[in-house]
């Protein structure tokens, strides 16, 4: 009885484990893989963000370039050592970039949302080794980590959000033209127009008329994008002797205004652009450099002036020399935003070029870049006077075939100071912006008088003008794989004249130096990679 008793228990707990055993291994329903699915709402690469409705895409380049007998992207030899020529200028200059962009679009009841960023890693070899150099003096940036092994930086270039015709953040200005300052090179340093391409802090608004016609407004952030330089030629050393000054430009007070019109078609774009920009001065009594004293705030300052700038832009699509050729050129003028001219992706340059001369040491070539100046006191400029500047830039872009181009550009640009050709007398003679330069310049080149003396025989004109040419030629051997090689040749024609005994920024001697105009050529070459 006992033994079958155990017998039956022994079954019931068997049948028990195998219950549980079999209950266990039942199959679980498993939560459902939500894949990522393309999105087809905006072009090729987007796809939605998963458990959204809004749509991404995550693309950008890598580049690697380098100059030769020039500066960062593509930057002719037109100041600082590679402009002396001395022993501490970088005979070529490398750079690696690889920028990442992210593209982000959601469909509302308003229109598209947008928002887009791009980063971009960097490492260059940056600069010399001249204690005096700019490379070496600091910058923005920290130049020693730029030359380090394993330094770099990543600059930011486009962040914005775009809602309902607004464009909020850091883009493109209003006021520029689709293709900035590459019409068809790929250096940052065509000179002749606006150049943005990096983005500019701005709120600006786009209306849509149908027909491809369209017109922007937008309220840009000057301090970084739009202002050269504005010279107190009272203060002592106000010129120095590469024939530029210090910049004594007051805070900001307000924004630029900007803004558009433009037709899109077929057959290509047609866009006229304008901006106005307020030029301040800091103060009337500064020390050597620009430098505030105890007499400054009491001194008075020079009234603000507004100053503007106007574009027109046209592009030729269609042309009959092959598919996909086109013509792109634009021509600016403005009074007191010169950077509308003489612009590049950083701040404006002042040109500083020494050469061979048939008689003195060498001869030099200057150019001061500035949106005006002024001279405080009896004889005086009465306030600030606007600097004048006008240029013309363009290129023609042929395809030889889907796998080679290449693209013929160039540019002219003006700089003019108010005052006759030769307004370089002292006293009355100095009520003009060019007799205010002309009497600072003489000044600081040791007393030096005009027109005379043992040091030479010069005539005094800030005046000058800069042109361009060059010719780039690419292969695309695949697809998004980019072989390019330019060469540019860059002209300084300065409008001083004859000869003169100064002392030249370091390692320069104090010699006789022939005033002259100055000619450069670059070459750069480089492979990209987009993605």
């Known amino acids: 009885m006992i033994t079958a008793r155990s017998l039956i228990l022994g079954s019931a707990a068997g049948l028990m484990a195998l219950s549980s055993a079999q209950a266990a291994d039942l199959p679980v329903k498993a939560k459902a893989v939500e894949y990522v ?159 943005t391409d990096t983005g500019v802090n701005n709120i600006q608004y786009t209306a849509q008329f149908g027909n491809g016609v369209s017109a922007s407004i937008g309220l840009d952030d000057p301090t970084v994008w739009n202002r050269t330089a504005v010279y107190n030629l009272g203060i002592p050393s106000a010129i120095g002797a590469n024939g530029t000054g210090s910049n004594v430009y007051a805070g900001m007070h307000s924004p630029d205004i900007v803004g558009n019109i433009r037709v899109d078609q077929a057959w290509g774009l047609f866009q006229l652009s304008a901006a106005a920009h307020e030029v301040s001065g800091t103060y009337n009594t500064l020390a050597a450099g620009g430098v505030p004293n105890n007499l400054s705030e009491i001194s008075g300052h020079p ?104 693209s013929l550009f160039g540019s002219y640009s003006a700089v003019r100071y108010d005052g006759g050709t030769n307004d370089n007398l002292l006293g009355a003679g100095t009520t003009t912006a060019k007799g205010a330069y002309c009497a600072a ?22 005046d000058f003008n800069v042109s361009q040419l060059g010719i780039v030629t690419r292969w695309t051997p695949v697809k998004n794989l980019t072989f390019s090689g330019e060469v540019q040749w860059f002209h300084l024609d300065q409008k001083m004249s004859g000869s003169s005994v100064f002392t030249a920024t370091a390692p320069k001697p104090n010699a006789l130096y022939e005033f002259k105009n100055q000619d450069t050529v670059l070459l750069q070459l480089r492979a990209q990679r987009n993605f």
């Open 37 to 195: 699915r393309i999105c087809s709402l905006y072009g090729a690469g987007f796809f939605f963000i998963p458990g959204t409705d809004t749509c991404i895409k995550i693309g950008g380049y890598l580049r690697a370039d380098v100059t030769f007998n020039g500066g960062a992207h593509g930057a002719p030899a037109w100041n600082g050592d590679l402009g002396q020529q001395n022993r501490y200028r970088d005979y070529f200059l490398g750079r690696s970039r690889m920028a990442l962009t992210v593209d982000t679009r959601t469909a509302t009841e308003y229109g598209v949302v947008r928002t887009f960023g791009q980063g971009d890693f960097q490492f260059q070899n940056f600069g010399s080794t001249n204690p005096g150099s700019f490379a070496t003096t600091g910058t923005s940036l920290n130049s020693a980590l730029l030359s380090t092994a394993g330094g770099g930086y990543v600059a930011v270039e486009y962040l914005f959000i775009q809602f309902a015709g607004f464009t909020f953040g850091k883009s493109s200005s209003a006021y520029s033209t689709p293709w900035n300052g590459f019409p068809g090179n790929i250096n940052s340093s065509l000179l002749g127009g606006n150049n």
């Open 441 to 462: 310049f003489a000044a600081s080149h040791s007393g030096q008088a005009l027109n005379g003396n043992n040091a030479g025989n010069y005539t005094c004109n800030p």
């Open 303 to 406: 009234e603000s002036k507004w100053g503007g700038s106007v574009m027109a832009a046209l592009q030729i699509k269609n042309l009959p020399t092959g598919a996909g050729d086109d013509i792109k050129f634009d021509v600016s003028y403005a009074k007191g935003t010169t950077k509308n001219v003489i612009a590049t992706s950083g701040t404006s340059p002042n040109f500083a070029m020494f050469g061979s001369s048939g008689f003195g040491y060498q001869s030099v070539g200057f150019g001061a870049t500035t949106d005006g100046v002024y001279m405080p006191g009896a004889g005086g400029t009465g306030g600030i006077v606007l600097t004048t500047a006008w240029g013309v830039r363009g290129a023609f872009n042929h395809n030889w075939s889907p796998y080679w181009s290449t």
